[in-house]
């Protein structure tokens, strides 16, 4: 298994190949669709994915959010790593 960097706040992440973030009308959740798996994730992660478009860096998703939500840009911004850091572990997002 190779060793992945670590995230840095200029690190631009996206969604591994075939995984993606939907919104289950039925069940009126969000969703991540893996090949042979899904998370449910919660609202704040939503939040967060929502903004991972593969050109955005981490910096970038925190300024965002930080904005939207007036709260402090420290706390999102640990947030918004940790939760990348674990998903890439996951391999549901790529750096």
Same mark, same amino acid.
């Given at each position: 298994? #190779?060793? @992945?960097?670590?995230?840095?706040?200029?690190?631009?992440?996206?969604? !591994? +190949?075939? @995984?993606?973030?939907?919104?289950?009308?039925?069940?009126?959740?969000?969703?991540?669709? !893996?090949?042979?798996?899904?998370?449910?994730?919660?609202?704040? *992660?939503?939040?967060?994915? +929502?903004?991972?478009?593969? #050109?955005?860096?981490?910096?970038?998703?925190? #300024?965002?959010? !930080?904005?939207?939500?007036?709260?402090?840009?420290?706390?999102? !911004? +640990?947030?918004?790593?940790?939760?990348? *850091?674990?998903?890439? *572990? +996951?391999?549901?997002?790529?750096?």
């Amino acid at each position: 298994m #190779t060793e @992945v960097a670590p995230l840095a706040p200029d690190s631009v992440v996206r969604f !591994a +190949r075939g @995984v993606r973030l939907q919104h289950d009308r039925v069940r009126d959740q969000w969703v991540i669709q !893996a090949p042979e798996r899904a998370f449910l994730p919660d609202p704040v *992660a939503v939040e967060i994915l +929502r903004l991972v478009d593969g #050109t955005r860096t981490l910096d970038d998703i925190v #300024t965002d959010l !930080a904005a939207r939500f007036a709260a402090p840009r420290d706390l999102i !911004a +640990r947030d918004v790593m940790e939760m990348a *850091a674990d998903l890439v *572990a +996951r391999q549901v997002l790529l750096p």
